[in-house]
């Protein structure tokens, strides 16, 4: 085993390991080299793995021996993982739509249950506004719901309507239900939140004039924040969670013919579909479990990486996590039941790829495993790894940073790793739970939970207190044996690998932090979200004319930049939205705040107002059904700015949330002013001014008795309420809220126009 000293010694391995990760830095920069990367990644990591095998295990007892070994097989699957991600994403097929020759007759499913109906609308304007022949294609509306309203909806939009007797199989049997009540060459599945573009057949159907072409997939996308995002304040920073799968790794799938249903934005072949005997209903994970016993009987499938619908992820960290466990334990039961491995008609690559899917949902219990590891050396005395600390920052810290690298790259900015170990982390002990209770009775009915769409957080709140436990109980021991750590490391006392578990340990602490910060909801006011645009509009007041730029849209209201503030005094404005394809939509709406962005700029949130059907129907086009503004480039933080962005998501913690509600933005104004109140009157200066309100300095130190009074502007007199005051260096500040002009209404308007 010399040459294996040799292969480890210094002069050998920091060599590599600088070589290596500066031919992954430089063709990172370079934008070239992915499977380069990904072999070099691989290898570091390998090396890394046969060293901890051969040299760090602790083999000095029993307890130590069972320790060191569980942590090197939690380790040994985090390997294993790299290895299947580098498989489907070594080389991604990047399709392009197929020209469309004929135009077979679609029928459209979209489920509903339980959920909103503005949700449910949205999603049918978007099916029955589609940019193919109108007489072939059909939009059904599946009510597991059973609700009379749901009808009423379906009727108003001319779509049809299939209701079933029982709930038998949940989404499974409903679309096994409607496949006997319908008869389209074609059958197109949205779930209720997901709004289709305009295109989405036009760009999917074409693929089916291949007869070996049995189902055709497209990216979900999200216009909501995750619960990663929402909950850590870091929109805008981290990409959705889910940007990984359905923007590399089914593409990559694809390559193979292993990219799978995935239970919404898909199209199947009706045909096939009763070949095999209508959805699979033995599993709660009906849409890859389908896929399996499509491929197995040799037919083909297409991704297009083209997002061409949009929808909403769960609003809360309960409901993300329920989700979560549902796929889990839907995997499970495809791997007991139907084992990807002996199920006969699969090639390799589709063994490989269906089995990468089982086995990612078995995370959980490595990184429990990971996370109190430490904890053995720190309070027990047991060491999971005997290794000297330069060798150990040597190794894995060239892996660790190579797969930093790596993943942002590869991932197309879309993920790093530094994020993924925190996803990991805050699902870890559910999914443990989970995948071991489902294999010990795998073939055992479970009830398909349906995840909660549409829900508004009105306030802030920690998940359900099952899932935050096990991470509160972990997050203690870890602060007690660091604690118990670092008065032995002190004291000097001899321990091995000391530093090493301490570092971990802390890492740890970070990660577990973060997961339960992820957990605490914060309040979302907004019931329908809006769409990010830049959408040219008009804004009309009486004579005037703006010109703004929609920044977010939906039928409810806008988010509008202008170049000067506009008065809430003057009534409700006139507002012309032109959409992407040149169409002008007028409406009125009322302004509900306002935020100066910039010296020259402010944003208005304008809330619509008297909107009917018809104008309605249109914003939710001009909103949701174009692709164009989906399709956008994501980078996701590097490594300095996810550190960065860890740092503000620690100095947020209990900060209150802050919800702006002012109309009116006041500007700075200085004129003399004479406040009357009930008992006396007193001389003072405007600070600031708007239509709504103003802001007033009174010399000296005053007591401001009684709520009322009347503030004169030479000829302007000005009906006030005060809200509240504020002592500063030898002067009042007193804000009022203006009730009304008493006297010189004209002057005032005059003034104020001045003024914006």
Not at 133 to 154: F, I, N, T
Not at 552 to 562: C, F, H, K, P, S
Request: hydrophobic share 45%.
């Amino acid at each position: 085993m010399s040459w294996l000293h040799g292969f480890y010694s210094t002069s050998v391995s920091v060599p590599l390991s600088l070589f290596a990760l500066a031919a992954i830095a430089l063709l990172s920069w370079r934008k070239m080299g992915r499977q380069i990367i990904l072999a070099l990644t691989l290898i570091l990591y390998a090396r890394y793995l046969l060293w901890r095998g051969v040299y760090t295990l602790n083999t000095g007892d029993w307890m130590s021996f069972l320790v060191s070994w569980t942590v090197y097989t939690a380790e040994a699957y985090a390997f294993v993982q790299i290895v299947l991600f580098a498989y489907h994403a070594w080389s991604p097929l990047e399709r392009q739509s197929v020209r469309l020759r004929r135009f077979p007759r679609v029928d459209i499913f979209v489920t509903v249950v339980d959920e909103p109906l503005s949700i449910l609308r949205r999603t049918l304007i978007g099916c029955t506004n589609q940019d193919y022949p109108k007489d072939r294609y059909r939009v059904h509306v599946l009510d597991d719901g059973r609700r009379d309203e749901v009808q009423s909806v379906a009727a108003s939009l001319n779509c049809g309507y299939i209701r079933r007797a029982d709930r038998q199989h949940a989404k499974a049997g409903n679309l096994n239900h409607a496949l006997e009540e319908t008869s389209g060459e074609v059958i197109a599945i949205f779930d209720v939140d997901h709004v289709p573009a305009g295109s989405f057949l036009k760009d999917t159907v074409g693929f089916f004039q291949d007869e070996q072409v049995a189902f055709v997939q497209t990216p979900h996308h999200f216009y909501n924040p995750d619960v990663f995002q929402k909950n850590l304040h870091l929109e805008g920073v981290l990409k959705n969670e889910q940007s990984l799968f359905y923007r590399v790794l089914q593409a990559g799938r694809d390559r193979h013919n292993s990219a799978f249903f995935a239970g919404s934005c898909g199209l199947f072949r009706r045909r096939v579909l009763q070949e095999i005997g209508g959805f699979r209903t033995e599993t709660v994970t009906e849409d890859i479990h389908t896929s399996m016993a499509i491929h197995a009987k040799g037919y083909r499938s297409c991704y297009l990486n083209k997002v061409l619908a949009v929808g909403l992820m769960p609003e809360s960290f309960e409901s993300s996590m329920r989700q979560r466990i549902r796929w889990a334990t839907g995997h499970v039961q495809i791997f007991f039941q139907t084992n990807p491995f002996t199920m006969r008609g699969l090639t390799l690559h589709q063994r490989i790829g269906y089995f990468a899917s089982i086995f990612y949902f078995l995370h959980g219990l490595p990184r429990v495993v990971c996370l109190v590891a430490p904890l053995c050396a720190l309070m027990f005395g047991i060491i999971p790894v005997t290794a000297d600390v330069p060798t150990l920052v040597n190794l894995f810290g060239s892996y660790y940073l190579a797969t930093l690298v790596m993943l942002r790259t590869v991932s197309r900015g879309t993920r790093n790793a530094f994020w993924s170990d925190i996803y990991e982390t805050a699902g870890s002990i559910a999914l443990s739970w989970t995948t071991l209770k489902t294999a010990m009775r795998p073939w055992k009915k479970r009830p398909f939970v349906i995840t909660a769409k549409g829900v508004a957080q009105e306030r802030r709140g920690a998940a359900r207190f099952s899932f935050v436990l096990p991470h509160l109980i972990i997050m203690g021991l870890l602060i007690a044996g660091l604690v118990t750590g670092i008065r032995l490391w002190m004291a000097k006392i001899p321990l091995p690998g000391l530093e090493v578990s301490l570092f971990w340990g802390a890492v740890n602490l970070i990660l577990v932090g973060v997961a339960i910060l992820a957990a605490a909801d914060v309040p979302e006011w907004r019931r329908i979200f809006r769409i990010k645009h830049r959408l040219p509009c008009e804004l009309y007041r009486r004579d005037e004319r703006f010109n703004g730029i929609v920044r977010d849209l939906n039928e409810t209201g806008a988010l509008i930049r202008v170049h000067k503030q506009l008065l809430q005094g003057d009534g409700p404005l006139r507002c012309i939205v032109k959409n992407r394809m040149g169409d002008r939509i007028a409406v009125k709406g009322r302004i509900c705040r306002q935020h100066e962005v910039s010296s020259t700029a402010v944003e208005i949130g304008l809330k619509f107002i008297d909107v009917d059907e018809k104008t309605a129907d249109s914003l939710v086009i001009a909103a949701f059904c174009d692709s164009r503004a989906w399709n956008q480039p994501e980078s996701e933080p590097g490594i300095f700015k996810s550190f960065w962005s860890l740092l503000r998501v620690f100095s947020r913690v209990g900060k209150p949330e802050r919800k702006s509600n002012r109309v009116d933005l006041r500007l700075p104004y200085r004129e003399r002013c004479l406040l009357v109140l009930a008992d006396r009157t007193l001389e003072g200066t405007v600070a600031e001014i708007s239509a709504t309100g103003l802001s007033v300095n009174i010399p000296g130190t005053v007591d401001l008795v009684g709520e009322n009074g009347t503030v004169n502007l030479k000829s302007i007199a000005l009906k006030v309420r005060r809200r509240w005051t504020m002592q500063c260096e030898g002067v009042v500040l007193a804000g009022f809220t203006i009730e009304r002009v008493d006297k010189g209404a004209d002057q005032w308007r005059e003034r104020m126009s001045l003024a914006a």
